[in-house]
């Protein structure tokens, strides 16, 4: 252990000094001039500082308050020495911070006992700090696999859901990652731009309720069939519904509304403006972008030039304007996204 004496008295401080060095494992620092012991606390770990109280430049209350507002010193035990037994002074050094006194002339066995007591408090405070990182550290671990295990069955549901719908995945991991770009040109935090990334690709979870037949229907769809198409959002917030982390509760969100229109013309209840979850309205242009760009059964795939285009046009009407400006910025990282379907319409 590492004991700092503060002394403006050199004999005092080699007294001080050589007392404490007796105590078994403990090494001793002495320091003349208050403002250079600061100075040495901010660079150096103690573990016990005995300071004077009278002292030139800086009394020891003063030196006392300046340890406890430094983070680094704010816990080290601190004892006062002081010759002045006046009531007022040791309440002035308490409300400093002051843990110990010692009164002149110092008792050297006390001395040792109370330095003694003083750093065996300090190397329990110590083993719990420790305690408490490594807990910290264990539940950030236990918390990092949590999430990694919630987003693996995440995307797995969400790809076997776009393969029944006749897809290989990619439309969601596009729509995932432009919804992310989307979400960081807005300038929104990064715990809802990631929960926003992780979970627009469930966004069409409630297809796995809509039969294969009118999913993958090469026509245009009849009346009734449309109906069953659009019930898929109802499916997909029953699916979702009451989820206890927020990530589910965002995939319900998006599930539920990325078909509203900011014109109020969507559905299934036709919100309007910014009654629509910013999710629903982010991953809406993402979503639908992607699917202008994608090959279908019942479409051919429209130049990505086009389907930018076409985004831009429904701005103020499908899509939320400031969304629609945010895609617009996020443009330089949204289009290399979109090549392998530009290579797959030339082969074509």
């Not at 009531?87 to 110092?106: C, S, W, Y």
Request: glycine residues 6%; negative net charge.
């Amino acid at each position: 252990m590492h004991v700092l004496v503060v002394e403006d008295s050199a004999i005092n401080l080699a007294v001080l000094t050589g007392i404490i060095s007796r105590i078994p494992g403990v090494r001793v620092t002495g320091q003349l001039d208050p403002m250079a012991a600061l100075d040495l606390c901010s660079r150096e770990n103690f573990d016990a500082v005995l300071v004077d109280y009278i002292m030139p430049g800086l009394n020891g209350v003063a030196f006392v308050r300046a340890l406890r507002a430094d983070p680094h010193t704010e816990h080290v035990p601190i004892v006062m020495i002081t010759a002045d037994d006046h009531r007022a002074v040791r309440l002035e050094a308490i409300e400093a911070g002051a843990t110990d006194f010692l009164q002149k002339p110092v008792d050297p066995h006390e001395l040792q006992v109370r330095v003694g007591n003083l750093l065996a408090l300090r190397s329990a405070q110590l083993e719990l700090f420790n305690r408490a990182d490594w807990l910290s550290h264990e539940v950030e671990k236990a918390t990092a696999s949590l999430l990694a295990r919630e987003e693996e069955m995440i995307w797995r549901l969400a790809r076997a859901i776009e393969y029944r719908d006749g897809g290989t995945g990619e439309h969601i991991s596009r729509v995932a990652t432009i919804s992310l770009v989307i979400a960081e040109e807005l300038g929104l935090a990064a715990d809802r731009c990631r929960m926003i990334y992780l979970a627009a690709p469930l966004h069409d979870v409630g297809k796995i309720g809509v039969p294969d037949a009118i999913l993958n229907k090469p026509s245009r769809l009849l009346p009734a069939e449309r109906i069953l198409v659009e019930r898929h959002v109802a499916f997909g917030g029953e699916i979702l519904q009451d989820g206890d982390s927020e990530l589910i509760r965002t995939a319900e969100r998006i599930a539920m509304t990325h078909h509203e229109r900011w014109d109020g013309t969507g559905y299934p209840t036709g919100l309007r403006g910014e009654a629509i979850p910013i999710e629903g309205r982010v991953t809406a242009i993402a979503d639908v972008f992607e699917a202008l760009c994608s090959a279908r059964p019942y479409k051919h795939a429209w130049p990505v030039a086009e389907a930018r285009a076409e985004i831009l046009a429904q701005s103020g009407k499908h899509f939320d304007p400031v969304c629609v400006a945010a895609f617009e910025r996020g443009w330089e990282r949204i289009a290399p996204l979109m090549s392998p379907l530009r290579a797959r319409s030339s082969a074509a």
